[in-house]
């Protein structure tokens, strides 16, 4: 037999409660009744009723009350409110509360039986749909699970078979995941990583300054070096929520081409220099050997620049050559203000013939710095010279140097065209030229490359910041060693 239904009621004693005991039970009910509120209570608790019938008066409480208290511990129970006669309200005041009927002497049997009937039917029917309600969303909650699990696993092994290497790290830059091919590149067999600090896991000293700069900004380019010949580069990117990603490619390849190209390009210089300085030597002699004409005297000194000109380039190609090899390392105690002057001498008939305004503002405190001196100044007379060039006469360049913490920085600002935006990392590539400043003015596209090599062999770092019609900052960071 079916479990029947059971009905509590909260009634005080009168003809009703009797023809609802009664009535209730014939009509197939289980019927339990409270004389009190705590007989209430422990009814709600214990029996879990399918419905409850309240007199409007209980005891001596308010029934309407009562109800809105069980309401809200058994928000789907169908309460139905009695009262001894209809009162203006009474039923409006039920429904409102989300009672689900109401009853009102005088009353038959199946009047009782009936609203009891319907209450249970539209209980039975929210029931329904609640469980249908949670069922859906449980089953789009494992789905939404089961997908994003299946997805993990995609990515994996995505991850796990790229060729570059792959290294995911929490915010505190322990180990999430790495791939094979991080494990092939550090040699790190099936170690169980996860969790731990990548530092400790790896210990590289080029990977370590990289996670050290991690911090710095969005995204860092920086070279990993081998004992065993191989260079990776490394990049650095923050993944919001999760942490970073280190990956890294493997260079050696381009390494050693560029190592070869320089060789080859240093053996050209070298031999190219020689016959070079006799050609110059003849023009020379020529305009000594008897008088010239005009003509001839203005091809000459074409001749001679021309001439300077390959020689000056090759001089660059020579000495980018030397300091790439890693051949500077001659050091010694410089006071980058007194190189400076020697600089700015040479550069005075130039800022006097384009009228520029030279401003030169030398902190103090100035420490020295451990380096070649013949080199800073080779990378003053660059920055300098840069700026006095590309900027326009009457125009204005300023050279500052000043401390911070243990560095120097240098900055060598002008009033010049600036360098387009996407042109910017170029400029300190060999042989680079950017496409606004070309144009009648003379140059190589090495002076900023021998300026990088040379911050690069002394630990520092350059960068430039420029905005288009405005003019360009080239900056220096040299460390002070005690
Ligand atoms: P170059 O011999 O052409 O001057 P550099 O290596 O010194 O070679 O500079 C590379 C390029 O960077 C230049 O061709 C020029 O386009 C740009 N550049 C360098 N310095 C400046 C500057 N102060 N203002 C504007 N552009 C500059």
Redesign the pocket.
Known sequence: MAKQDLIVLALNPSPTLDLMEHALPAAGFGLGIVHNRSELDRAMQESIPALLIIGDKFVDQDGLSISAGILERFPTLPIILYADKDTTGFAKSALKMGLSGYLYAPLKMEDIVGEVQRSLARARQLGDWLRREVKRTTASLAEKAEFSESERHKLEAIIANIQDGVVVMDRNKNVILVNRAVRTIFNLGNKELAGKPLADVISNADLKALLDRASDGPLKYHEINFDDGRVFNAQYTPIPKIGGAVTMQDISYLKELDRLKSDFIHTVSHDLRSPLTSILGYTELVERTGPLNANQQEFLHRLQGSVQHITTLINDLLDLGRLEAGFDTRRELVQLENVLKYSLDMFDTQVKKKNIKLTVDVAESLKGVRANPIRIRQMLD?LVG??I??TQPEGAVRVSMSMQGDQIILKVD?T????PPDEQGR?FEKF???T???DGVQ???????IVKSIVDSHQGRVWVE?TMGKG?S?IVLLPVQE
Not at 416 to 419: A, E, L, S, V
Not at 443 to 449: D, K, Q, R, T
Request: charge should be positive; proline fraction near 4%; hydrophobic fraction near 35%.
């Open positions: 660059n840069n700026a060039k590309y002008d010049g065209p600036g360098i400029v680079y030229r950017a606004n400043t070309v140059g190589s596209g090495l002076g900023l490359a420029s360009s080239f």
